[in-house]
Structures are given as structure tokens and as C-alpha cells.
């Protein structure tokens, strides 16, 4: 019960401020992709894929919220950094504990490159089967392949898929604000804290993701 609750908060912040406090894409987008790439070679600073292969988190946790705090600890990884690239500095990043471990997880999963493959294909282009796979899957009809409730535990969506619960807001509308990016990208996040999940997997298959945004799609042209 605490879980589906913690489900319904989560996704009523979401519809009233149009996005997850901590989206690991959002943050890598505004915080990082100035000076880095991932997988596209060097920027101003190193390129970041395979960056949680080369470091451990902690050290990525520590340098990412103070490299001059690390270069100063007589750090060898981090001093070596410092003179590959020409002795400066990267800008201390204010993010909350919660908001580093998402963009650690999003890197380690694939960060852009991940997305792109996901988003490649638009839900506008799903068959009538796997619309109702995604409505199976809303449902509960189906369970998901890596456990976690269904999402009418919490949420509704008029018209369609009629019973549902109440705790989250009416999903009928989701997929017309969010749009396939977006929404890929929430669905990827989950509800709430990733158990039993690993750090590094998403709540969701690429099929079983595909498939909720074909039929919450399918849900916007059923409720006009």
C-alpha cells in the first residue's frame, strides 16, 4: 500500500509541474551537455560514456559535486584529469543526492544513446495489438516482466479503461502534454524508488514502454 501511494504522489507532482523532479535526462541536457558528449568524443571535458565503467560512483559523486575539492585531496585519477585538460576546473554541481544518483544510473544505462533508440520509433505507428497490450498492461490484465503493480492501481483513464484507481491523477490527457519523449522518459523513471529493480534497469521493457504510450495515446483520441 505504501508503494502505491508513493505511486499516486509521485505522478500528481508530475501532472501539476509537468515533469519528474529528477529526470536524469533533463539534468544531463541542462547540466552537463555543454561541456560533454556522451559517446561523441571529447567536448571542453572528457566524453562520458563508459564514464561509471571508468569510475566508481563515489568518486563520480564526490567529483561531480567538487572536482576542485578532489584535485586538491592530492586525488592521482583526479589531478591527471586536471592536466589532460589544460588545468581547468569543472564547475561544482549543485544537485541533490537523489538527482546525482539518477544521472549516474541514466549514464550507466545508456544516457542519450539509450533514448534515442527508444524514442526512435512513435507511438502514432503501434499496431492495434500493441495498443491493447499497453492497455492489458495498464490494466493489470498483464503483468509487467520486471514485477511492480499495475498502473491502475493508481490511475484511470476515462473512457477507455474505466475502473482504475483514484490516488494518481486521470492519465487520459498524459500522453497529449508529454508527448513520445517525454512520457518514454517517465515511464522509464518508474513511480516510485526503483525496488526490486536494479540501479541501472528500467521498471519497464522497451516493448511494455512502447506499448503504455501507444494506448495512452490511443486514450487522448478516445477522449475527445
Known amino acids: 500500500m505504501k508503494a502505491v501511494v508513493l505511486c499516486g504522489v509521485f505522478l500528481l507532482f508530475v501532472a501539476r509541474h509537468g515533469s519528474a523532479a529528477t529526470d536524469p535526462a533533463t ?3 541542462r547540466k552537463c551537455s555543454s561541456c560533454h558528449t ?5 567536448l571542453v571535458g572528457p566524453d562520458l560514456k563508459g564514464a561509471t565503467d ?3 560512483r563515489k568518486w563520480l559523486t564526490d567529483w561531480i559535486s567538487s572536482s576542485d575539492r578532489v584535485i ?12 589532460k585538460f589544460k588545468r581547468q576546473r569543472m564547475p561544482d554541481q549543485s544537485l541533490s543526492p537523489s538527482e546525482l544518483s539518477a544521472l549516474l544510473d541514466y549514464l550507466a544505462s545508456g544516457g542519450p ?3 534515442a ?21 495498464f490494466m493489470g490484465e498483464r503483468a509487467f516482466a520486471r514485477g511492480g503493480a499495475s498502473c491502475a492501481s493508481c490511475h484511470r483513464v476515462d473512457r477507455i479503461a474505466g475502473a482504475g484507481g483514484t490516488l494518481g491523477p486521470d492519465l ?7 508527448q513520445d519523449k517525454r512520457m ?15 540501479s541501472a534497469e528500467s521498471p519497464l521493457t522497451e516493448r511494455e514502454s512502447f506499448a503504455l504510450r501507444a494506448f495512452l495515446r490511443h486514450a487522448v483520441k478516445g477522449t475527445r
Open 172 to 178: 487520459s490527457r498524459a500522453y497529449a502534454r508529454f
Open 27 to 29: 539534468t544531463f541536457a
Open 72 to 83: 586538491r585531496s592530492g586525488d592521482p585519477t583526479a589531478n591527471a584529469l586536471f592536466s
Open 38 to 42: 556522451f559517446g561523441q568524443g571529447v
Open 117 to 137: 533508440r527508444k524514442n526512435s520509433r512513435l507511438a502514432d505507428s503501434a499496431t492495434p495489438a500493441e495498443i491493447e497490450l499497453g492497455r492489458m498492461l
Open 113 to 115: 544513446e539509450a533514448d
Open 184 to 198: 518514454s522518459s517517465l515511464l522509464d523513471r518508474g513511480c516510485f524508488p526503483r525496488v526490486p529493480y536494479t
Open 54 to 56: 571508468r569510475h566508481s
